[in-house]
């Protein structure tokens, strides 16, 4: 992120070739530097690599904590392919993050731009914007979200106000998506904060040369503001993209630990956890969490190949 | 340091504009619209859990008739003999454990990162920026066979183990970016008078890293506090139970009609969080401004 925004002056001397005693090893420093890394090397063997290297493994095996694992080659990924609540869990997942995603973003970035335009008490808005996504996430605002949307409850009466037919969105298959999309979009703060530090670093004089030359405000928008934010737009695509596949304690609450109604919010991460951890399926769930590992490793490809397209560093084309 | 003619950000002077124009009132108008629909379920929540649980729900009106402590005194009874302190309590140790051994591990790391020259480190550095984007369905599975065989399920230590050995890499990838932009003297200083690493990390880098750590300190405290699913998975004794899990099985143990306890015991389990927003918002926002950390 702020690699990207911070660029760095370019120096002014030709650089000094190196002394020549950097060439050589410096022993103390290695070994310093492995002291130093120790933490983080030990955590990554022991808690990521060697776990993720099991995982595959298990992904081939037939598992259930209590016998040794059982090699059954592609036969858990062979289920995985004709198991309905695996392709409906696919299904809400990526409801989930097609819709939820941009519709997240969308608000974010309109409230950044309505906020860059302030006249003052910025700092207060964009603080008070924050907070659901401080607390959003939590099992309390998902207690909060159920009383909100259940029947009788404030969402109900608001609708009722309206016209339309009484219930609550809790109960019914039909709804449940929307409300935890708007659950998702409630807490739009954090990317908005950092679409509104991006757009604080657009220089004025373009916009002031635009002007010059005429183009009205959508054309700026279009052709400065656009394009200008593109590394920011990238960075918090990405990442609510690849927080989106994960979200579980929402739809677990308010689907009271069943992925109900009728598996409506059966979510990837919620069918994963029932499977390992209440049917103690590890090797079947093995195979879907590294399914879910390579979808997510995929779309991050995508998503850096994509960016050549259309992410524009810029800065410097002038220099 | 970053200013060049062409990435110039704003002046500040450029934006501040004398004098009162209509378009003022009209932005403030929409901004402050656009917040009230965003803090009313706040602004429910808080005012729902005082009045008595019958008027919850199917009433339009946001302010009690009349104010009952009711809800608190029973979200406070706690769940099956458990006193909601000792919820308290265990979701208190776990973040204030998950604190130390975040910022002690990932501030030796980033140290290694940002200030030692030694081979692999670009390798390492390039992988614990692609862990950033693990998710962590990845390693769960065979992590809880292992704490399981070693007799470690219903116990804090899985919980907490991984803060102490810098699985959060964001933590250290923000604590890098923040020793990378320190001078270089610093060290060659500090080296003339004969200071090893440790005596640089521990005298020199680790003073001025603070406002790092104070952000890493804060963001790893909330997310612990409201963490669920490694509770969900490794707590099975309600005495261990933290805050989160205990919610949820108040949740699902009494009845559907008494919203007003478990939204008051909701709000209990926040009020640490909205403590931590009040005092240290700066750091949480310009956190979030800067380094892209999420909520």
Redesign the interface.
């Known amino acids: 992120?702020?690699?990207v925004?911070?660029?760095?002056?370019a120096p002014a001397l030709p650089p000094t070739p190196p002394p020549r005693r950097r060439r050589r090893?410096?022993w103390?420093?290695?070994r310093?530097?492995?002291?130093?890394?120790?933490?983080?090397?030990?955590?990554?063997v022991?808690?990521?690599a060697?776990?993720?290297i099991?995982?595959l493994y298990?992904a081939f095996t037939d598992y259930n904590?209590f016998a040794p694992p059982q090699w059954v080659g592609l036969d858990n990924f062979t289920r995985l392919l004709s198991d309905p609540d695996f392709l409906q869990a696919w299904k809400v997942t990526a409801a989930y993050v097609l819709v939820g995603t941009p519709v997240k973003l969308a608000a974010a970035f309109g409230?950044a731009l309505?906020?860059d335009?302030?006249?003052?008490?910025s700092g207060f808005?964009?603080?008070?914007?924050?907070?659901?996504?401080?607390?959003?996430?939590?099992?309390?605002?998902a207690?909060?979200?159920k009383?909100?949307f259940?029947?009788?409850?404030?969402i109900d009466?608001?609708q009722q106000?309206f016209g339309a037919a009484p219930g609550g969105w809790v109960g019914d298959p039909e709804r449940t998506m929307p409300m935890l999309v708007l659950l998702s979009a409630?807490?739009f703060?954090?990317p908005m904060?950092?679409f509104?530090?991006g757009l604080?670093?657009?220089?004025?004089?373009l916009y002031e040369a635009a002007e010059v030359d005429g183009a009205k405000a959508r054309h700026k928008f279009r052709h400065i503001t656009v394009p200008m934010l593109s590394p920011v737009i990238f960075?918090n695509l990405l990442?609510e993209t690849?927080?989106a596949?994960?979200v579980?304690?929402s739809a677990?609450?308010i689907s009271?630990?069943t992925g109900g109604p009728a598996r409506s919010t059966l979510f990837y991460?919620l069918y994963?956890?029932f499977r390992?951890?209440r049917d103690f399926q590890?090797g079947y769930?093995?195979a879907?969490?590294?399914i879910?590992?390579l979808v997510?490793?995929f779309i991050?490809v995508i998503f850096f190949r994509s960016s050549k397209l259309w992410v524009h560093y810029g800065?410097?084309e002038?220099? | 340091?970053?200013?060049?003619t062409?990435?110039?950000?704003?002046?500040p002077a450029?934006?501040?504009?004398k004098g009162f124009?209509p378009r003022?009132l009209l932005?403030?108008g929409?901004?402050i619209a656009?917040?009230l629909v965003?803090?009313y379920?706040?602004a429910?929540?808080l005012l729902?859990t005082l009045k008595p649980s019958a008027q919850?729900?199917?009433?339009?009106d946001l302010l009690p008739s009349e104010v009952t402590l009711d809800n608190y005194v029973t979200a406070l009874g706690g769940i099956g003999g458990v006193s909601f302190w000792t919820f308290f309590q265990n979701s208190a140790i776990l973040a204030v454990g998950s604190v130390v051994g975040t910022v002690?591990?990932s501030a030796?790391?980033a140290?290694?990162?940002a200030r030692?020259?030694?081979?692999g480190?670009r390798l390492?550095f390039g992988?614990?920026i692609g862990?950033l984007?693990?998710?962590?369905?990845?390693?769960?599975?065979?992590?809880?066979?292992?704490f399981?065989q070693l007799g470690m399920v219903n116990t804090f230590t899985p919980l907490l183990?991984?803060k102490?050995?810098?699985?959060e890499a964001f933590f250290?990838f923000l604590m890098v970016?923040f020793l990378r932009g320190l001078p270089r003297e610093l060290d060659e200083a500090a080296r003339i008078d004969g200071a090893?690493?440790v005596r640089i990390?521990g005298s020199v880098m680790l003073p001025l890293l603070k406002p790092a750590l104070v952000t890493t300190s804060i963001f790893a405290f909330?997310w612990t506090w409201?963490d669920?699913?490694g509770p969900l998975?490794y707590l099975k004794d309600p005495e261990l139970f933290t805050?989160?899990?205990a919610?949820?099985l108040f949740?699902?143990q009494s009845s559907s009609s008494n919203?007003g306890a478990?939204?008051a015991m909701?709000?209990l389990?926040?009020v640490p969080?909205?403590v931590f927003?009040l005092v240290f918002?700066r750091y949480?926002?310009d956190g979030?401004?800067?380094?892209?950390?999420?909520?």
Do not use: C
């Open positions: 992120m702020s690699r925004l911070e660029r760095p002056v090893r410096n103390s420093d290695i310093a530097g492995y002291a130093f890394l120790t933490p983080w090397l030990l955590g990554f022991l808690l990521t060697g776990p993720m099991a995982s298990l904590l409230v309505l906020l335009k302030a006249t003052g008490g808005y964009r603080s008070a914007f924050y907070l659901p996504s401080l607390v959003g996430a939590s099992v309390s605002i207690v909060i979200w009383a909100m259940i029947d009788d409850g404030p009466g608001l106000f409630w807490q703060g954090a904060v950092i509104l530090a604080k670093q657009v220089p004025r004089e960075f990442l690849i927080n596949f994960q579980f304690a677990f609450i009271g630990g991460t994963l956890y390992g951890f590890m769930a093995s879907m969490a590294w879910l590992v997510i490793a991050t800065g410097d002038g220099r | 340091m970053t200013a060049t062409t990435t110039n950000p704003r002046p450029a934006r501040r504009r124009r003022d932005f403030h929409a901004v656009i917040l965003i803090l379920p706040v429910w929540m729902s919850i729900l199917g009433n339009a002690l591990s030796i790391s140290y290694a990162f030692i020259e030694f081979p480190r390492f992988i614990m862990t984007l693990l998710p962590f369905h990845a390693v769960i599975i065979p992590q809880y066979i292992v399981n183990i991984g102490f050995l810098a699985t250290i970016q090893g690493h990390f909330i409201n669920f699913f998975l805050l989160p899990i919610l949820r949740v699902d919203y478990q939204m909701a709000v389990a926040l969080v909205f927003f918002q949480l926002v979030v401004a800067t380094q892209g950390l999420k909520g």
